[in-house]
């Protein structure tokens, strides 16, 4: 099956840093979610990118498909940014395969 | 749109005894998907719906774990005896259709004793 993998594993960072936060998947794929896990576990969906390049506020994301990566990027880390952020691609009919997550927190 | 639901939010069991989960989708989607996150993991799927009919339960433990979704709607998720290394979060998402993105519930923590 596909692979998902994730890096970095951990990051910790100071409030109003920037953070770049990559997922690379072992095969070609026709989307791509990244989504935000809370301290409470609800997990938020960000985007939903199978190509190129949107933007959310301070977030954005870019995947390139031909080449197998997509990338988040967080500017101006806030407190409420911490928690674990996933990506997730599918697989078969349409099941999500998850990497392992980036934990990320953001320090005061 | 009212996202989905799901209940209870927690829930803590002994081993060997039974337990189930239930899910309403957000209304007029069509596919329904039930997630296990053990704790430190990404989520993992066990079941797959369309309409009320099963796509995918591959990764289910049959042994144990049993689902339905009555009239294309509702789902519920049962263990049935429950083990120690059930303990985990079960997440319920839904999507309009394959492929579209997926919108995922608050979850249930399950813990076993």
Do not use: M
């Not at chain 1, 390139?64 to 674990?84: C, M």
């Not at chain 2, 209870?8 to 989960?21: D, H, T």
């Amino acid at each position: 099956g596909i692979q998902v993998e994730q890096s970095p594993p951990d990051l910790i960072l100071q409030e109003g840093a920037n953070s770049t936060l990559r997922c690379n998947f072992s095969d070609s794929v026709n989307n791509l979610q990244w989504f935000h896990q809370n301290p409470w576990g609800q997990l938020i969906n960000l985007f939903y990118i199978p190509s190129g390049t949107k933007q959310n506020g301070r977030l954005s994301a870019t995947t390139v498909a031909t080449e197998r990566y997509s990338l988040l990027y967080i500017s101006s880390s806030q407190t409420t940014d911490s928690g674990v952020y996933f990506c997730a691609v599918p697989q078969g009919a349409q099941k999500l395969v998850f990497g392992q997550g980036t934990r990320l927190t953001i320090n005061p | 749109e009212a996202g989905v639901a799901q209940s209870p939010r927690y829930k803590i069991i002994e081993k060997r005894q039974s337990v189930a989960f239930w899910c309403n989708p957000i209304s007029g989607h069509a596919t329904l998907y039930w997630y296990q996150q053990i704790l430190g993991q990404g989520p993992k799927l066990l079941i797959q719906f369309q309409n009320n009919g099963v796509v995918d339960d591959s990764q289910l433990p049959k042994d144990r774990f049993s689902a339905e979704r009555l009239k294309g709607v509702d789902s519920t998720l049962k263990i049935q005896p429950a083990k120690l290394e059930d303990s985990a979060v079960y997440l319920c998402a839904s999507s309009s259709y394959g492929g579209q993105p997926q919108h995922f519930g608050d979850g249930t923590r399950l813990s076993i004793l």
